[in-house]
């Protein structure tokens, strides 16, 4: 490309450059011409303007270029021809004009030669010059517009014309940031791929209006109804100035539309620096249809505790061990990480990605099982942790249900080896992240898991250590969870398979089960469970069709949703509290103290150590029935696992329904 194309294709800084360098040439041609117009004497105008067109030229210079930059003059849209541009250029050189007046006036009637001037005179000349001005400033930008959809054409003819179909775009927003957005879009990266043709915009003033020559053809009523009759494909959300509530409900009716949603970050200023802002589209996630703000709890008192220590996190390349190195590690506060995981990848990944964003921080990746014991005691003696977050675990429901004995030798064993180790070393805190299937359990995994929050607290009975244990639910995109499946089968065009049409769970985003797990270990005193509040339950079966919306798709023509029928081990509904439980309130509204429930911790060790005597030759049936005398609560819903009685009754009811 030769510089003249490159020059032409007005980048942004081009542009910028031309037009000053346009507006400044015109108030110095306009300045001498009105200057010769004006005086019938060249002689008397060259004694006058040795003087004194120096300075007025700078003052107007300086006036005009300072209200342009104050109006952003230079930051509009120049290659199109919209009104309200030129109606604020005006309104920004009639500012400047009128600062200019005061200099301009004094040096008119109070000249150095001692002769006045008459100030209709000066009226004459200020209005003729301001003309002029104008007028060169005007075609200087017309110009822009011009050669603009001249090179266009010119660059369409060259290259045979558009490729395929433009797809027609509607914007969701009116303000800075779609504004900012039409301009990258217009521009020629993505001119022969998106076609805007309609805004939408809540703010009733500006119905009816145009941006950039698109009409703004009302507010989120009109969404469904416009993009059936221009044939939107895509609608890009861009109302930056949107609640978390107004954006779930403007996403949901978009959702119904069929088009694909894409969605820009949070940005409510145009004057933000300048970065792409179509790089930065993304589809809409289901994240963006919680309806509510991310819970951001404050932090200040867990830093305090973590300041200078040495911070160990079990299963620290998982969803969530990996979510507590990331928050741990930004808060700068701690002496030294200790990654351990036995999946050395998830455990690279976290490493690497704290080493590229906190190069400061002490951190040591260390791979290992909780299931070996003298590992821990190693790494313990080693590195001496001062608090141990304790994430490491089986989760899969139906996986441990085919792998009963897998789930107590790691949920189980293992626990109770990190336990047991932090008492041995004198750890400050042990945290343990529990689960809500913990509650009333209907299958093994939740079932070790409440085993787990026994071992916690029966440790905290006779150690210096305080143990606690946090139950939660699912959270938003962990490894293994609903949403990548759906993801995932979307993709592939379905169809989507859900368990059951009312099987409902509690969900949480990542960062803030995580953020509130640590602010719960800062409460503790040793021998809690503490409980989140994960908001109201969704239906799966519902966040299934949101996906398939959101692909741009329409659930049950597009993609077929699969009743596949309830696994070994799940059921409709989690809790997250035992009935003899009840709960205690703590400072923050979204997290509870369960109260502890009585429990035989003698006979509980002494399970533990006769399953590890029998493990390697009993059934798994065996070593289920063990965890059912330990967990009263857990109720198989695994034909294998239940008792006869309880196959017959289930029997009975199948035949009664």
């Known amino acids: 490309m030769s510089i003249f194309e490159k020059f032409i294709?007005?980048?942004?800084?081009?542009?910028?450059?031309?037009?000053?360098a346009a507006d400044i040439i015109a108030m110095i041609v306009a300045c001498f011409a009105v200057a010769l117009l004006k005086f019938d004497a060249p002689s008397m105008f060259k004694d006058w303007f040795d003087k004194n067109v120096l300075f007025i030229m700078a003052v107007d210079l300086v006036t005009t270029l300072v209200m342009f930059l104050i109006f952003k003059i230079y930051s509009r849209m120049w290659q199109y021809v919209v009104v309200n541009d030129y109606v604020q250029m005006a309104k920004a050189f009639t500012i400047s004009k009128i600062i200019t007046v005061i200099p301009f006036y004094?040096?008119?009637?109070?000249?150095?030669?001692g002769y006045n001037r008459n100030t209709r005179s000066f009226f004459t000349w200020i209005l003729l010059y301001a003309a002029v001005v104008f007028l060169f400033m005007v075609c200087s930008r017309l110009a822009v517009w011009f050669v603009y959809n001249q090179w266009r054409k010119y660059l369409i003819a060259k290259n045979g014309g558009f490729d395929g179909h433009k797809k027609k775009i509607m914007i969701i927003g009116a303000g800075g940031a779609a504004r900012r957005l039409i301009e990258e879009l217009r521009g020629f990266k993505y001119e022969r791929k998106y076609n805007i043709v309609a805004l939408i915009d809540d703010n009733e003033i500006k119905h009816g209006d145009y941006l950039y020559g698109i009409k703004i053809v009302g507010g989120r009523d009109k969404i469904i109804e416009t993009a059936r009759n221009l044939d939107v494909d895509e609608i890009f959300f861009a109302a930056g100035t949107a609640d978390k509530e107004n954006k779930k409900q403007i996403l949901e009716i978009c959702s119904q539309s069929g088009c694909v949603l894409k969605t820009l970050p949070e940005i409510t200023d145009s004057s933000v620096p300048n970065e792409s802002l179509s790089a930065k589209l993304r589809k809409v996630d289901y994240t963006d249809l919680l309806g509510r703000e991310q819970i951001k709890p404050d932090l200040t008192k867990v830093f305090e505790l973590l300041k200078d220590q040495t911070v160990f996190v079990s299963g620290g390349g998982g969803s969530i061990g990996s979510e507590l190195v990331r928050q741990v590690a930004a808060s700068g506060v701690a002496k030294r990480i200790i990654i351990f995981d036995i999946a050395e990848n998830g455990a690279y990944e976290i490493q690497q990605e704290i080493r590229r964003n906190h190069p400061e921080v002490d951190l040591k990746v260390l791979i290992g099982s909780i299931r070996d014991e003298k590992?821990?005691?190693e790494i313990f003696e080693e590195y001496k942790p001062d608090f141990v977050y304790h994430a490491a675990a089986h989760k899969h429901v139906p996986l441990m249900e085919d792998s009963p004995k897998e789930a107590v030798k790691n949920n189980v064993f293992g626990t109770f080896n990190l336990a047991k180790t932090a008492d041995r070393f004198g750890v400050k805190r042990f945290v343990m992240i529990s689960t809500d299937k913990a509650v009333n359990p209907t299958n093994v995994m939740g079932a070790t898991k409440r085993i787990c929050e026994m071992i916690v607290q029966s440790f905290n009975k006779n150690s210096k250590t305080e143990y606690v244990a946090v139950r939660f639910g699912n959270v938003l995109g962990s490894n293994g969870s609903v949403i990548?499946?759906?993801?995932?089968?979307?993709?592939?065009?379905?169809?989507v398979t859900v368990t059951h049409p009312d099987i409902i769970r509690y969900f949480m985003l990542i960062p803030e089960a995580v953020s509130l797990v640590l602010q719960a270990g800062a409460y503790a005193n040793g021998g809690e469970i503490f409980i989140l509040d994960m908001g109201s339950p969704v239906k799966?079966?519902?966040l299934a069709e949101n996906l398939i919306r959101l692909s741009g798709?329409?659930?049950?023509?597009?993609?077929?949703?699969?009743?596949t029928g309830l696994r070994d081990g799940e059921k409709l509904y989690e809790e997250l509290l035992i009935s003899e439980e009840g709960i205690q309130k703590t400072q923050n509204n979204l997290i509870y103290i369960a109260r502890p429930m009585e429990f035989d911790s003698e006979n509980l060790f002494n399970k533990i150590d006769y399953m590890r005597d029998i493990m390697e030759g009993a059934s798994g049936r065996q070593i289920v029935d063990i965890v059912k005398e330990l967990v009263p609560t857990f109720?198989?819903?695994n034909v294998a696992f239940k008792d006869a009685e309880d196959v017959t009754e289930d029997a009975k009811e199948e035949v009664h329904a």
């Open 9 to 20: 294709t007005f980048s942004k800084k081009n542009l910028k450059l031309y037009l000053v």
């Open 106 to 113: 004094y040096i008119w009637l109070f000249p150095a030669e």
């Open 375 to 377: 590992r821990l005691c």
């Open 484 to 495: 990548p499946l759906f993801k995932e089968q979307i993709e592939k065009g379905g169809p």
């Open 540 to 542: 799966i079966r519902e």
């Open 553 to 563: 798709h329409t659930p049950g023509e597009d993609i077929e949703i699969k009743y």
């Open 635 to 637: 109720k198989p819903q």
